[in-house]
């Protein structure tokens, strides 16, 4: 029998699509850092969907901050919408907690899930609370809707052969230091579908070796990543950079004739984050394969 | 310290709802069946968001049927969209399940969310899937936007005293019968709130005990409950039918001089399903108290 374990994410949510009415004419494909509805042409803007889940001993130790959980669970799906060119909305908050939680402790995970919303500007519009058998792990699920005007939509799929890859901030270690406090570039992505819409873009939450070949693979590109020049956080190795996953940082695939315009006018308006041309795009069946990231169902980076 | 077991569902929403931002202008007040949104005065629908969760061992058993689990989920949700006079659209699952699930489960489970989508009308939208450490509850949250027109929008909170109670089907029993294989009652409440538009409507999720009283407080009144005319499923006692939980049917208040039309109209629509007046709304402050019903934290049936 297969197992989970055996099976990739990706399989896994390539057979399970297949046995699910879609819908009909999605404005985006799935696979995407949302899922994108349209609500008719006389709409300027189209509806993101998006659920995440955190869950204990595998994206938050027992001991964490309640507070930090509750802004990481936010801020993983913020970043989503950012990678649409889009806004949060309205959340969905889901527990599934041991009745032997502290109240203070779930009260300290709504500080930080309300941290998340004023700073980003989503509000709570509902919630469900359940609890799990004793020693089992708490899982917190997040589900949200967000915005995006139309023409700021951007996708992991419209970028084309010859493109160049960048990233912002740095890439590695997320584990040790930022992840469950790290900034969502919902900032910046607002600046950059306004002013150097990129060809396609993606958060980064499962490591670049892994979420690359996936904005690749939509595309219908291979990729060439110049590993030297990788923003690689101070203490961390490339492997790291490449493999540790939860960065949250954007990737960005953009024309390369506006890569010198945009990277000069990126440092004047972000001053204190580094935007890094990595690599670029090529002809699908060129260019190289990535290994490493984070592997759900398996022991964790492979 | 106080922990999630010595504090109600109903309790600690109270107090969590406090720390977030919220919308500042709600369609409907927190504690509906669904959230409810508002897209602006030239949209003849209002957006309905509800977000649910299924644990092992809590609301199902490892050895329940896949199929019958996933129909379980995705039709909790389909009754909230019912309960408020709407329909189902977007789905967005999200599993944290631990790495040893066979792979056929899981396309079970989706077999069944699909079988309960293609049924009342909605389509996957998108979905998230994590690990949870071995031995860990299996965990199926999913979260759905729906669809009402302002005019069939149908609350809790606003019957008055004097209407009427009733109530769709039998009650009791359900976790011996049909707790995974229910049936939503979309068709009925559409076709209620284009005939009979209820004064308050829910869905009886956690038992008449505790739901009852819900919907008795967000409308501002008390409730008398005739025992006797209880639609208790067969082979169940009173407190089984009041207590139990898991129904699924509908609780509705209707303004007493339409339930004899609304009666006879009803047999001749569904003449497969009962609809029995079970009691009345009074002043606030008067009628009489009910204990029983599901608590999520406390070691169950109160």
């Known amino acids: 029998m297969n197992y989970l374990s055996d099976i990739g994410e990706d399989a896994l949510i390539q057979r399970l699509v297949r046995l699910v009415p879609l819908d009909p004419a999605p404005a985006a494909g799935p696979g995407d850092d949302c899922a994108v509805i349209d609500p008719g042409p006389d709409h300027p803007s189209l509806l993101l969907l998006k659920t995440d889940a955190l869950v204990e001993h595998i994206h938050f130790l027992s001991a964490a901050a309640p507070r930090s959980v509750g802004w990481k669970a936010c801020a993983r799906v913020v970043s989503d919408f950012a990678a649409m060119g889009g806004h949060p909305q309205h959340f969905l908050v889901t527990l599934a907690l041991p009745p032997q939680t502290p109240v203070a ?8 899930i309300g941290d998340c919303l004023r700073r980003f500007g989503g509000t709570l519009a509902g919630g469900e609370t359940s609890s799990v058998p004793q020693h089992s792990a708490a899982v917190i699920s997040i589900a949200a809707t967000g915005s995006v005007l139309r023409h700021h939509l951007t996708l992991r799929s419209t970028a084309q052969p010859g493109h160049s890859l960048l990233v912002t901030g740095s890439l590695g270690g997320s584990r040790l230091t930022k992840h469950l406090t790290f ?65 949250f940082e954007m990737l960005l695939a953009v024309e390369d004739e506006r890569v010198a315009g945009l990277l000069a006018a990126w440092g004047e308006v972000f001053p204190d984050l580094a935007l890094t041309r990595i690599g670029r795009l090529v002809e699908a069946g060129a260019g190289e394969a990535l290994d490493g990231g984070w592997e759900h169902f398996s022991a964790g980076s492979a």
Do not use: H, I
């Open 105 to 112: 402790w779930v009260e300290d995970l709504y500080r930080g």
């Open 183 to 247: 900034t969502p570039r919902l900032k910046e992505t607002d600046w950059l579908v306004s002013n150097f819409k990129p060809s396609a873009m993606m958060d980064l939450s499962d490591g670049l070796a892994r979420d690359l070949p996936r904005l690749a693979a939509a595309s219908g590109c291979g990729l060439v990543v110049e590993r030297g020049a990788l923003p690689v956080t101070a203490g961390c190795t490339v492997e790291q950079a490449l493999g540790d996953g939860e960065d």
